[in-house]
């Protein structure tokens, strides 16, 4: 069973700078497994944030970046702002169509 | 623009087989471009990929719920549809529909993305 782990629980200071990271249990993350990125506020769905380790999606806030580090895919907020306060989820692709979300980070803005 | 819409009982019997249907608006769903899948998300916990199908009704399906899990898709009427047998508890969620698929970039990279999703609905498996 695969299973992509992300940091259960982050906190940042409005107008600061975070990182979040997205692993898997396989070995090093590539950009060959497509890291995706979702915001998720409580009571609504998923948004879409980032596809393909670092290309945003025309919604997507200039403040979110996604990259590589350290073997593990990386969504960065910088200058966050009190609104970013969610839930954020990675998605992995581990080919032939088969899709693995991580368990997801919950970001406080304090 | 593209919207998805989730529809079926709220309200399962432990044992019975879940429906749920997602339809497509503003778009095609036999758009060569796209997959189109369900997502769940038990009470407080995270994100689980149950499986998606392509328009040429091609599925993949998360191993973990494979023997328990058909999806299909109706062309004619732009949905497709989950169906989740024997559930217990465990399968109560709120269930998302998504589209995703594959392009390319003016350099010939791939890329993958997963963009759209529907409101989600609530299922409760209770006697």
């Known amino acids: 069973q695969t299973v992509v782990t992300q940091e259960p629980s982050l906190t940042v200071s409005p107008g600061g700078t975070v990182t979040l990271t997205c692993a898997s249990s396989?070995?090093?993350?590539?950009?060959?497994?497509?890291p995706n990125w979702f915001q998720q506020k409580p009571g609504q769905a998923p948004r879409a944030l980032i596809y393909?380790?670092?290309n945003k999606h025309s919604w997507t806030p200039a403040r979110f970046s996604g990259s590589l580090l350290g073997g593990k895919a990386a969504l960065t907020l910088s200058g966050v702002q009190p609104e970013d306060e969610a839930e954020y989820y990675c998605?992995?692709?581990?080919?032939?169509?088969?899709?693995?979300f991580g368990g997801g980070t919950k970001l406080t803005v304090l | 623009q593209l919207q998805l819409q989730e529809s079926g009982p709220g309200l399962v019997k432990p044992s019975e087989t879940l429906s749920l249907t997602c339809t497509v608006s503003?778009?095609?769903?036999?758009?060569?471009?796209?997959?189109w899948g369900w997502i769940r998300q038990p009470p407080g916990k995270g994100l689980e990929w149950i499986g998606s199908i392509y328009y040429s009704g091609s599925t993949y399906y998360n191993p973990s719920l494979k023997s328990r899990v058909t999806i299909s898709v109706d062309t004619s009427k732009n949905q497709f549809s989950l169906k989740l047998s024997s559930v217990t508890a465990a399968d109560t969620a709120v269930y998302y529909c998504?589209?995703?698929?594959?392009?390319?970039?003016?350099?010939?990279?791939?890329?993958?993305?997963?963009?759209?999703w529907g409101k989600g609905t609530t299922v409760t498996v209770s006697s």
């Open positions: 393909s380790t670092s």
């Open positions: 503003g778009g095609s769903i036999s758009s060569s471009s796209y997959y």
């Open positions: 998605l992995l692709y581990y080919g032939g169509a088969q899709l693995v």
């Open positions: 998504a589209r995703h698929g594959w392009g390319s970039s003016s350099y010939g990279d791939y890329y993958y993305y997963m963009d759209v």
């Open positions: 396989t070995g090093a993350v590539t950009s060959g497994y497509y």
